[in-house]
């Protein structure tokens, strides 16, 4: 089985902040990397599929990039809204996500 | 609009058999295009798939629980159903189902839409 870390656990941001989160694939995964954001008590949202393809209507201050085994999703300035869990997830072989990385103030 | 909810018990006994049922709607399970997973989070943990049925009637199953686990599909009601046998306290978790977008020309798939989740405790 493929096996996705991420990289921090959690982070502390404040408004405005550009924040960079890391995920590792254990095996070459070429583009195949999702990434969700999760809320306290709801269901996860997909933001970016594809690596680097933003999700209709996710807000252009999110973005994806790498390919093979390392991925990143930055948020450019982060907003109040984007306090969350981010989770990444490869669609290469079956599914697996990530730990997941909290983002709080 | 597509939906997706998540039904069955809240509780269940340690070695008993769990049933979740998904009733969707906003879409049709034949769709060549769309096929729906089973996926659980402990609390306080990560996302782990379980399971996915394609629109063929296909199934899928992760490695470390495919013993245990069977998913079908009814696709004139809409309902996707997954059952788990020999449930254990360490199964506490909430259950989401969710449903998989295909785009056949890049081979990409990804989870677009999800119920709510419904928590279900393992304890005697």
């Known amino acids: 089985d493929i096996q996705m870390t991420q990289s921090p656990s959690s982070l502390s941001a404040s408004v405005g902040d550009r924040v960079t989160i890391t995920c590792r694939a254990s095996q070459n995964i070429s583009s195949y990397l999702n990434w969700y954001q999760q809320k306290p008590g709801k269901a996860p949202k997909l933001l970016m599929y594809?690596?680097?393809s933003l999700q209709s209507g996710v807000p252009s201050r999110f973005s994806g990039s790498g390919s093979g085994t390392d991925f990143t999703l930055t948020i450019s300035s982060l907003q109040p809204e984007d306090f969350a869990t981010y989770f990444c997830q490869q669609s290469y072989s079956s599914w697996t996500f990530g730990q997941g990385t909290k983002v709080e103030i | 609009q597509v939906t997706l909810k998540e039904s069955g018990p809240a509780l269940v006994k340690p070695t008993e058999t769990l049933t979740l049922t998904c009733t969707v709607s906003?879409?049709?399970?034949?769709?060549?295009?769309?096929?729906v997973s089973w996926i659980r989070q402990p609390p306080g943990k990560a996302l782990e798939w379980l399971a996915h049925?394609?629109?063929?009637?296909?199934?899928s199953y992760s490695t470390s629980l495919m013993t245990r686990l069977t998913i079908s599909q009814d696709t004139s009601r809409g309902q996707v159903v997954l059952t788990m046998t020999n449930m254990d306290p360490v199964d506490t978790a909430t259950y989401y189902c969710a449903r998989i977008q295909y785009d056949f020309s890049t081979g990409h798939t990804n989870f677009d839409y999800w119920g709510q989740g419904t928590l279900v405790t393992v304890s005697s």
């Open positions: 906003g879409f049709s399970l034949s769709s060549a295009t769309m096929g």
């Open positions: 594809g690596a680097s």
């Open positions: 049925i394609f629109s063929n009637g296909e199934e």
